[in-house]
Nanobody
């Protein structure tokens, strides 16, 4: 079973930067390549996928963060990162890392089993 342990985040003013990391512990139980992603949840809203990355490092971004966020992974260390620059108040949310078989990445997050504990990101005006 896989455990995801997050760190980083915090509070900054608009235009500032923060970094999130996610350590992946354990071994996956489903065969095949695993992709990883960052989701966020604002107060009273649904989860939103902001960035994803496949096993070879190819990134994907939601339009709302493209050009400002950068996702990366270190497969040897089983670690996922999200560099967040030019932060806006609308980026305020709880951020979660997830690990999912790559062929399921396009499906609803409801089918994902492996989530980090969540990290608060707050961007003030």
């Amino acid at each position: 079973q896989v455990s995801l342990v997050q760190s980083g985040g915090g509070s900054v003013q608009a235009g500032g930067s923060l970094r999130l990391s996610c350590a992946v512990l354990g071994t996956t139980t489903t065969p095949g390549p695993y992709c990883m992603a960052w989701f966020r949840q604002t107060s009273g809203k649904d989860y939103e996928k902001v960035a994803a990355i496949d096993v070879d490092g190819t990134p994907r971004y939601d339009d709302s963060v493209k050009g400002r966020f950068a996702i990366s992974r270190d497969n040897a260390k089983n670690r996922l990162s999200l560099q967040m620059d030019s932060l806006k108040p609308e980026d305020t949310a709880i951020y979660y890392c997830v690990s999912v078989p790559c062929d399921q990445l396009g499906t609803s997050y409801d089918v994902y089993d492996d989530w980090g504990q969540g990290t608060q990101v707050t961007v003030a005006s």
